[in-house]
């Protein structure tokens, strides 16, 4: 009989497509994923320690699990993830109910490490950087991911070291996948029933395998018929080479949406955060996909109240939000990370912090829901990903990531539809599909 697994995943989606592959991986130790909870032999937390208190939230989530499971057999304990590359064997002498602890470069050692815990029931920390051998390993094992919308990681850690954060002490240093494999697996994934393709990295416009770039994964992949859309995440602004800028104007399948984070609008603060770029590069960049394709729209990630934010720092940011009108973004009041460079910064007032990423967030919702209204009778593209839990509805994306859920049929399931938006709200847009509504009107 086959063995349960129970995973939860915080963080990004990296850490997403890391969960699926060690479900991958773990396959061929005889264990099956289970949803339940009360019924598994091995409970997976696969961590981030991004923001906030990271390593709290762990301790609580494991704590909950344990109260939970109090009458049953005890599982096996995993801390995976950038929490536990950072805390390492600490976490194993924290809370005794874990009981392997294992980094992200080191998953192609996880079964090895379970069996070895089985066999002599001696705790594991396994924290080596190992990026490499990893992908060596895991493109053994076939992706198992049918999603109409997948992931696929093509590059991973980062060198920039930005002074605020974490990754590149939890990532490691840089590293891209070669070309061959990562196409092979986006047609293995094609294959599987993937219709739209997101390219992963923590800076995944870093991407250099040899002379391939970015742009060159994309239009390789471009060429699997069944794929439809192509997206990547995340960015870093000094990486928008002209190869990938170009990739806009003759692509047909890159998705009209730039996932671009700038943090900041002011130059004093992109240098105390060790950025490398000025703000009139950033809008250079925005000028020339503009002028490509006035369609594409931008989204981002702001940190707000970084230390030494003065107010006319933060109205940089607040004009350059209300210049570019970013979509779908992302904003967080700056949190010290241990071991960074912001780690002892003196912090700005918590009212003062509080009252500008309030700002910042309603004149970023505020676009949504312009742009989201402006679609209101109108027909969208959209991929169709999968019905609703509740009921007969299904759900999609539009090209800019909106969900949209709309009256459609299963024979849609993994198809680009027109789909007319009746309705919207800040985060969602509401509609029919067409053939649907034609039929209704005839
Ligand atoms: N590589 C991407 C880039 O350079 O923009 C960012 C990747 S990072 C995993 C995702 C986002 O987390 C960042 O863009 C930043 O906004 C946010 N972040 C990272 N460290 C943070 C911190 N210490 N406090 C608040 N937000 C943070
Ligand atoms: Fe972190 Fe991105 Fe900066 Fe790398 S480039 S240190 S991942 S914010
Ligand atoms: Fe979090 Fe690690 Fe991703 S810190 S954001 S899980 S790279």
């Known amino acids: 009989m086959s063995k349960k697994i129970f995973v939860k995943t915080f963080g990004c989606q990296m850490n997403e497509y890391d969960t699926n592959r060690i479900i991958d991986t773990v396959k061929k130790i005889g264990f099956e994923k289970t949803d339940n909870l009360e019924e598994t032999d091995c409970y997976l937390l696969n961590t981030c320690h991004i923001r906030n208190k990271a390593k709290d939230k762990v301790y609580h989530e494991i704590g909950r699990v344990k109260k939970s499971l109090r009458l049953k057999k005890k599982p096996f304990v995993i801390v995976a993830g950038c929490v536990a590359q950072a805390e390492n064997e600490e976490m194993l002498k924290r809370e005794p109910y874990i009981d392997l602890v294992i980094g992200p470069q080191a998953y192609h050692k996880i079964n090895n490490k379970i069996e070895e815990f089985l066999h002599k029931q001696k705790k594991i920390e396994e924290t080596d950087f190992e990026a490499e051998s990893k992908f060596n390993y895991l493109n053994r094992i076939k992706n198992t991911s049918s999603k109409v919308s997948t992931f696929l990681t093509v590059q991973e850690g980062c060198d920039k070291f930005c002074h605020f954060c974490v990754v590149p002490y939890t990532r490691g240093p840089e590293y891209s996948r070669p070309f061959n494999e990562i196409v092979d697996e986006a047609k293995t994934l094609s294959e599987n029933g993937a219709r739209e393709i997101i390219l992963l990295g923590q800076n995944v416009n870093a991407y250099k395998n040899e002379n391939f770039r970015l742009s060159d994964l994309i239009l390789e992949i471009e060429k699997i018929p069944e794929i ?34 700038v943090q900041t609008g002011s130059d004093k603060i992109l240098k105390l955060m060790n950025r490398k770029h000025l703000i009139n590069d950033y809008i250079k960049t925005y000028e020339k996909l503009k002028s490509i394709n006035p369609n594409i729209e931008f989204s981002s990630d702001f940190i707000i109240a970084y230390p030494g934010e003065e107010e006319e720092d933060f109205n940089a940011t607040f004009e350059l939000i209300k210049n570019i009108k970013f979509i779908n973004s992302f904003s967080f009041i700056f949190s010290p990370r241990p071991g960074t460079t912001a780690s002892n910064l003196k912090l700005i007032d918590k009212k003062i912090s509080q009252r500008r990423l309030e700002k910042v967030q309603r004149q970023l919702f505020d676009h949504q829901i312009l742009m989201n209204k402006s679609l209101e009778n109108k027909q969208i593209e959209v991929l169709v990903e999968n019905r609703t839990k509740e009921s007969n509805k299904f759900f999609g994306r539009s090209e800019y990531m909106t969900s949209v859920i709309f009256d459609g049929n299963d024979q849609e399931i993994g198809n680009v539809i027109k789909v007319k938006i009746t309705n919207s709200n800040q985060n969602t847009l509401f509609g029919e599909s067409i053939k649907k509504t034609e039929k209704r009107v005839a």
């Open 228 to 261: 439809k859309r192509i997206r990547y995440s995340t960015s870093h602004p000094r990486d928008m080479t002209k190869d990938l800028i170009d990739v806009y104007s003759f692509s047909k399948k890159l998705m009209p949406l730039v996932h671009l984070p």
